[in-house]
């Protein structure tokens, strides 16, 4: 049965889409490995977004999502981006097209 996998390639750090040919039964760890993901023992698992345990089978059709962990707090992330984006610098523009001019 065809099962595609997508997953992070460690090495150049794309997203990979595979479409493997599994065994009947086979389970999504067993997908995954078939499609040459990097796998450790604490990989996380999902069929088509939902996450699942790594033991459960596999059915026709089925994608498989390999979860990456996240690697930095989404909190501490938007604070980086917002220091290193600085101050933006307003101009003076029109509203709307009138005449009247915003002086800030």
Sequence with gaps: MLVSVAFIDP???KAQCRTVDCR???TVREAAL?????LAESSEFALW???VPPDRPVAQG??????CPIR????????LRAQS???AVRQNVARHGGRHQLHL
Excluded: F, W
Aim: glycine share 12%; aromatic share 0%.
């Design 11 to 13: 090495v150049s750090g």
């Design 24 to 26: 009947s039964g086979a």
């Design 34 to 38: 078939a499609a040459g993901a990097a």
């Design 49 to 51: 977004n939902e996450p």
């Design 62 to 67: 089925d994608r498989v999502d390999v979860l």
């Design 72 to 79: 930095i707090d989404p909190k501490k992330a938007r604070s």
């Design 85 to 87: 984006a600085g101050r």
